[in-house]
């Protein structure tokens, strides 16, 4: 995993047990709460970069920027202005919401004889 300041992590995003090239989950207490990557439809290529948690976020907590380092950066500055306003309740509802969502995958995939 890579490092990001205030206790962000990057993991390389995994699909249906492929490892993406330019692809990672951000991480917060263990836990994903938006993505980095390569949207290699634009032209020229661009860094997207979002987060995502089952509560509403609002607008511009997502982007686009032309290299990786920017899009860390700019993540992380959103990630610094929504988190205050998050309680931890919202969390506790967030990772609910994100764990009964999994758990529904999990069963799905199950049922057609795929990987995680």
Known sequence: ???????????????AGTVCEDDYDV?????????????IQT??????W????PVPVGHRHYGMTPTFDEA??????AWEK??????EADLEYAWKLRDEAE??????????GRPR
Not at 43 to 48: E, F, G, L, N
Not at 50 to 53: A, R
Not at 82 to 87: A, M
Not at 103 to 112: D, F, K, V, Y
């Open 1 to 15: 995993m890579k490092a990001l300041p205030t206790g962000l992590t990057l993991r390389r995003t995994v699909i």
């Open 27 to 39: 991480r917060w207490r263990g836990r994903d709460i938006g993505r980095i990557h390569l949207a």
């Open 43 to 48: 032209v020229p290529p661009q860094w997207w």
């Open 50 to 53: 979002g987060i995502n948690l």
């Open 72 to 77: 860390k950066t700019a993540f992380k500055a």
């Open 82 to 87: 929504f988190l205050p306003t998050l309680t």
């Open 103 to 112: 758990a529904r995958a999990q069963r799905q995939r199950e049922r057609a």
